[in-house]
């Protein structure tokens, strides 16, 4: 089995730390944590990931800036991105999706929903 | 010359062999007749088989089917024992799916409370409570009250999708507010789809206790617009908050007046000291 390694880019420790427990029960994955939108992005130029979950609403840099400069940066035109929004920020995940996230999750954030999507985006090609 | 008694004896001999001709030509017919007879019975045995035979079929038959029962048998108990199989499985599934999520709630609170004591910041407290009432009970708008002890006030301290100015104080025993801070009991309203906003009627009202000694409240006028309902692990989180919240909020309280009075003595201490 590969090893996947995933970013988390949210400022909020808590819902780091439920997104992170979710993922580590996929089997062969890492998991690096990032609290806002520029500490994400130097994670990115530090290593290669394979997928990528950002919240929108952040301090310093926010999820929308960090999908539109993900999507321009040649490593990763095509690493699955998922953004972390509310059900209530349509507009938001509209952006979102149309700067290039794959796919996106809405709080308050249940555990399997992670896992089903991030086995979906992490499957092999 | 022969005599007539010669004669009669040649001619008896001539006589008997003549017999004896025919009587051994007779048996080789009968022989040959025999044999013949013989071959068609074989021939006859063939085509239409003895009744030997037909009891040595019957056996068979006999066996044959005794040997079909046996498999169907068999047939029927490995079809009963799929089925028990795939009741088990279903069984499986279906506690699976529990297992899952009771695993999936049990990580909420372990976060909810690791968070909670991760920290004797007051303001980080009350930030990781209004993150844990948002992200893991999905509400949109509610308040952190705390009681004023010297005032018996309840008076918002945090707020979320409300500005804190809008939360009026409560006075304890007043109201349902004032009523839960003063019995500890949580309070929900019946309808919660069918609720709208009101400052001193919450949809919710969660006591934050120590022991039974209430230090404050949270109030929560709206939910997340997906969330219709409350799930059995919101009342679990509300409950896990009525207690870990109390005591993280108390002790960063505390925390803070001995790191206020520290510094205070400390002063004090340079000034006698210099």
Redesign the interface.
């Given at each position: 089995m590969p090893e996947y390694k995933i970013l988390i880019i949210e400022d909020s420790p808590t819902m780091r730390q439920l997104i992170a427990f979710a993922l580590k029960r996929l089997q062969g994955v890492r998991i690096v944590e990032a609290h806002d939108g520029v500490d994400g992005l130097k994670k990115l130029s530090s290593e290669k990931f394979d997928l990528i979950l950002t919240d929108i609403n952040m301090p310093v840099m926010d999820g929308l800036k960090l999908v539109s400069l993900v999507r321009n940066d040649a490593n990763y035109r095509t690493t699955p991105i998922v953004v972390i929004t509310t059900e209530g920020a349509k507009e938001d995940r509209e952006r979102a999706l149309s700067l290039g996230a794959n796919d996106y999750i809405t709080k308050p954030i249940q555990a399997n929903k992670i896992l089903d999507l991030a086995r979906s985006l992490l499957k092999p090609a | 010359m022969a005599t007539d008694d010669e004669k009669g004896v040649s001619y008896n001999a001539e006589e008997f062999l003549q017999l004896f001709k025919k009587g051994a030509e007779f048996t080789q017919d009968l022989l040959k007749e025999n044999e013949r007879l013989r071959f068609r019975i074989l021939q006859m045995e063939e085509s239409f088989p003895d009744s030997g035979e037909e009891t040595i079929v019957t056996d068979e038959n006999r066996k044959l089917v005794e040997r079909i029962e046996c498999l169907e048998r068999d047939k029927a108990e490995i079809l009963e024992r799929i089925a028990q199989i795939e009741r088990e499985n279903q069984d499986f599934a279906e506690r699976y799916v529990e297992v899952?999520?009771e695993?999936?709630n049990l990580?909420?609170l372990?976060?909810?409370s690791?968070?909670l004591h991760?920290t004797l910041d007051f303001p980080e407290v009350l930030q990781?409570i209004t993150?844990?009432i948002?992200?893991?009970?999905?509400a949109?708008e509610f308040a952190i009250l705390l009681l004023d002890e010297k005032t018996n006030e309840l008076n918002a301290m945090a707020t979320e999708g409300i500005a804190r100015e809008e939360i009026p104080s409560m006075q304890m025993g007043s109201g349902i507010i004032g009523s839960v801070a003063k019995n500890g009991e949580n309070f929900f309203v019946d309808d919660i789809e069918g609720y709208t906003r009101d400052f001193h009627n919450p949809m919710v009202c969660i006591p934050l206790k120590i022991k039974e000694h209430v230090i404050g409240l949270i109030v929560i006028y709206k939910l997340?617009?997906?969330?219709k309902t409350f799930a059995p692990v919101d009342y679990e989180l509300f409950t896990l908050l009525a207690g870990h919240a109390a005591t993280a909020i108390f002790s960063s309280k505390l925390y803070s007046e001995s790191e206020r009075k520290l510094s205070t003595i400390q002063g004090f201490i340079d000034l006698l000291t210099k």
């Open positions: - | 899952e999520s695993n999936n990580a909420n372990y976060i909810a690791y968070q991760s990781i993150e844990i948002i992200n893991l009970i999905g949109e997340l617009v997906q969330k």
